[in-house]
């Protein structure tokens, strides 16, 4: 069974970092592009970033570029988000998400407000 | 960046109902448009890929080039939920507005 566990949310405040993880079980991690996904409350669904199999290509929205990184650790099976110099608008659930196009599975999601 | 826009916003439905929802690339992303169900709380989850797995299954995608539609053949009381559509085509990958489907 695919398992898609994030972790790493929580309150900061503007302009503060945060690092996020997912870890993934049930498949071959290191077979597929892994992506992360957000909403922030009441909204509607933002991609925000992908990263290929070898971890060579990364991608991201306008938004995030320059502040938000995208890395992965295939010996560990995780997926990892690095958050810098927050903004408000960041306030939103983190989901990450097994494929770079379509995203055929999607963990819980992890919480991250950003207020002072 | 492409813009997909999703009509309706809501809608409200009996079960049974057979339900359409439309999406409207900005521009031709092929046949490269994927859906999502979300309810209150919940993940998404995919229900229409554009690697159709030829799966039976009451919910169907058609289209290509900048106008899709997802069909819900007989809405099941488990359908009720906000749906959204996706481009694939190209980077940044883009999401509809979503539309909910309520309960008549």
């Known amino acids: 069974e695919v398992q898609l566990v994030e972790s790493g949310g929580g309150l900061v405040q503007p302009g503060g970092s945060l690092r996020l993880s997912c870890a993934a079980s049930g498949f071959t991690f290191s077979s597929y592009w892994m992506s992360w996904v957000r909403q922030a409350p009441g909204k509607g669904l933002e991609w925000v970033a992908n990263i290929k199999q070898d971890g060579s290509e990364t991608y991201f929205v306008d938004s995030v570029k320059g502040r938000f990184t995208i890395s992965r650790d295939n010996t560990k099976n995780s997926l990892y988000l690095q958050m810098n110099s927050l903004r408000a608008e960041d306030t939103a659930v983190y989901y990450c998400?097994?494929?770079?196009?379509?995203?055929?599975?999607w963990g819980q999601g992890t919480l991250v407000t950003v207020s002072s | 960046d492409i813009q997909m826009t999703q009509s309706p916003s809501s809608l409200s439905a009996s079960v049974g109902d057979r339900v359409t929802i439309t999406c409207r690339a900005s521009?031709?992303?092929?046949?490269?448009l994927n859906w999502y169900q979300q309810k209150p709380g919940k993940a998404p989850k995919i229900v229409v890929s554009s690697l159709q797995s030829g799966v039976p299954s009451r919910f169907s995608g058609s289209g290509s080039g900048t106008d899709f539609t997802l069909t819900i053949s007989s809405l099941q009381p488990e359908d009720f939920a906000t749906y959204y559509c996706q481009q694939s085509y190209s980077i940044p990958r883009t999401f509809g507005q979503g539309t909910k489907v309520e309960i008549k």
């Open positions: 521009q031709s992303i092929s046949s490269h």
């Open positions: 998400a097994r494929g770079g196009g379509i995203f055929e599975y």
